[in-house]
């Protein structure tokens, strides 16, 4: 066939359920991010406020799991303060 051809898809039950289980499985994903994030917190939570002179096993993890989290919100902030921008310049 030459190249010039094209092609369409039709949306039959094939494309609908793929895309159906795709969407499931990014929700799935979602959630399982979700639940490491609210573990992470609940560690972070137990540790801090903490005094200099108390010894904490693994601070140097917990540390960068603020960090990590941090970051994230900061990321969300800005995000959404460029569709604010967007929405407010039309």
């Known amino acids: ?3 010039s051809d094209t092609y369409t898809v039709e949306a039959g039950i094939g494309t609908v359920s793929g895309r159906a289980l795709y969407a499931l ?5 979602r959630r399982i991010d979700i639940i490491a994030i609210l573990n992470k917190l609940r560690v972070v939570k137990g540790v801090f406020p903490h005094g200099d002179d108390i010894a904490i096993p693994n ?3 917990i540390y960068d799991d603020v960090l990590e989290l941090s970051r994230y919100v ?4 800005v995000q959404c303060l460029g569709t604010l921008r967007r929405n407010l310049n039309k």
């Open 1 to 3: 066939m030459p190249a």
């Open 25 to 29: 499985g990014e929700a799935a994903l």
């Open 59 to 61: 601070i140097e993890a």
């Open 74 to 77: 900061c990321l969300r902030v």
